[in-house]
């Protein structure tokens, strides 16, 4: 076990103070120091240059350049004999599989080397700022050894670019001071000679304690400030996805409108197809009917024309008069002459007109549906303005106040509420229209006198039900009588604030899709005077909003 550290310790003898490797032709000196030949040679032609002598690199012994290098012998022995032992050999095969596998694996990586190695230079570890150099392991020990380099400024290992930002580039001095009133590192001349002449300056070591005492609430703003920008990035791409989701939501609501319209569309066009196929099987059938029946009558005329032609040629007297006889009997009508029969009228008008005005309610249709899709239909929560106050919120029953009470009724003055009886009662919402688009559903199933509408103190429009039969009125003037549904049970009122339209729907109440199947009873153009409220009316029982 000793013998690994007799090796070692050996292999520190024999290493070179120059080059830090083993003896390679070792020579000595007058003062008894041995180095490499080669590194003892380059060191004294850079010396000899430099300084016009030569100095051990080790004890500074003055040394004649131009004496003669004598190798040692017998220390060259010494190295021969170490170079051959197998523990040296096993290592120097491991320190080179390692070196291979280091420039396999980080070749790009850039060492920053000794500047005072004169053969192989070796990694830095130390950067004299001073010297301006930067100094292995092996020149590390020997520069803080001598007492003229001690005072020098050592820092962690940085390269010539990092090395010129240390100093000032107006006076190439160390920046050594702080200026507050700039923010800025300066050398020593600038406090005196520049600029900052006049300025609170200190020293970095002060600078930089200071700054160690705010660094942590600086550093707790930042990280305060990184924290919310997490949050405002996490909540965008939130939102992000939230846009995408309801983008491509959007994209399939669409798809399936203009599918289903298409559908509508094309099954529409197919029942026209029909009825027009069914009209001309009709008409086919009576020219049918009417060629056959003068194919008939032409096969008669025709057998009777040849009777006639054989009868001429008949000598015997008695013959020709029977026979003669017996055509003369037969009844022969007169044939008028026809360009055609009577057809059935066709049950639909195409014409140039006709086509024109189709495509002109078309692109009307085109344009709702443009409007529908920029301002959506919003259904209110109404509110009543009788003297309950609890309103009538949607999915609710509500009674209109009896003909004894006071009510509200549109916009009062003092004098519009009553407390005469009356075969009707009103209610009017608090929530009044003013822009937009609105709609309510009421359920009059159990009603047989009702108006729905809207009211404003200028003018009322609504739709009223009384003995069976639907009118439309705008103020005073009834619009037109409708006919009344058998299934009228859910009216939808909607209203048009940008249109300034009142539209009243026959709503379904079983199966399908209630927007689909909703089918229009009239829809009245209304002043443009707002706000506007909702109104009921009804004679009996409750109404009650869906």
């Not at 080397?113 to 020997?142: G, I, M, R, W, Y």
């Not at 409220?533 to 869906?546: E, I, M």
Request: aromatic share 6%; hydrophobic share 35%; glycine share 4%.
């Amino acid at each position: 076990m000793a013998v690994p550290a007799a090796v070692e310790g050996l292999e520190e003898e024999l290493t070179c103070p120059i080059c830090l490797g083993i003896y390679s032709s070792p020579v000595s000196l007058t003062c008894g120091h041995s180095f490499c030949k080669e590194c003892v040679q380059e060191a004294r032609t850079h010396g000899h240059s430099l300084q016009g002598s030569f100095s051990c690199p080790l004890c500074c012994a003055q040394a004649d350049p131009a004496m003669e290098l004598l190798p040692n012998v017998q220390l060259r022995n010494i190295v021969q004999k170490f170079l051959d032992t197998p523990t040296h050999q096993e290592e120097e095969k491991h320190e080179v599989q390692c070196e291979e596998k280091g420039e396999s694996s980080g070749k790009q990586d850039k060492a920053i080397l000794c500047d005072f190695c004169l053969q192989e230079p070796q990694p830095a570890v130390k950067t004299c700022l001073n010297c301006e150099a930067s100094l292995c392991q092996a020149h590390l020990s020997k520069h803080s050894t001598k007492s003229p380099l001690k005072d020098h400024v050592l820092i962690e290992l940085c390269d010539a670019q990092v090395l010129a930002d240390r100093r000032c580039p107006q006076h190439g001095k160390l920046l050594e001071c702080y200026c507050k009133t700039d923010s800025v590192c300066i050398c020593v001349l600038c406090c005196v000679t520049s600029s900052h002449k006049n300025h609170e300056i200190t020293s970095l070591e002060e600078a930089f304690g200071q700054a160690q005492n705010i660094l942590p609430g600086i550093l707790k703003k930042v990280k305060n400030c990184e924290a919310v920008l997490n949050e405002n990035i996490a909540n965008l791409l939130k939102q992000e996805k939230e846009v995408k989701t309801k983008e491509s939501l959007r994209r399939n609501q669409l798809e399936n409108l203009f599918e289903k319209m298409c559908l509508q569309l094309n099954n529409k066009k197919g029942e026209l197809l029909k009825v027009l196929g069914h009209n001309e099987e009709q008409q086919l059938s009576r020219i049918q009917t009417r060629i056959q029946e003068l194919k008939e009558g032409k096969d008669a005329a025709s057998h009777g024309v040849q009777e006639l032609e054989a009868l001429r040629s008949q000598k015997d007297l008695l013959l020709f008069t029977k026979a003669f006889a017996v055509i003369q009997a037969r009844k022969h009508k007169p044939v008028r002459s026809e360009a055609g029969v009577q057809l059935p009228a066709p049950p639909i008008t195409l014409n140039e007109l006709t086509i024109n005005t189709i495509l002109r309610l078309f692109q009307h249709f085109l344009s709702d549906i443009q409007y529908y899709f920029e301002v959506p239909p919003v259904c209110e929560h109404l509110t009543s303005s009788a003297q309950q106050q609890s309103g009538f919120p949607h999915n609710s029953t509500f009674t209109i106040p009896s003909p004894y009470s006071s009510f509200q009724f549109g916009v009062p003055s003092p004098t519009f509420q009553s407390v005469v009886p009356s075969p009707t009662r009103h209610m009017q919402s608090d929530q009044s229209f003013s822009e937009g688009c609105h709609f309510w559903e009421v359920d009059t199933s159990n009603l047989t006198w009702w108006k729905l509408g809207i009211i404003h103190h200028k003018f009322e429009c609504y739709l009223q039900m009384s003995n069976n039969q639907l009118h439309v009125f705008l103020g005073q003037k009834r619009i037109t009588p409708k006919e009344f549904p058998t299934a009228l049970k859910v009216v939808r009122v909607e209203l048009d604030c940008r249109r300034n339209t009142l539209s009243f729907y026959n709503v379904p109440v079983k199966g399908g899709d209630r927007a689909e199947s909703l089918r229009l009873i009239e829809t009245v153009s209304i002043p443009s005077h707002y706000p506007v409220h909702a109104t009921f009316g009804a004679s009996d029982g409750n109404v009650k909003l869906l």
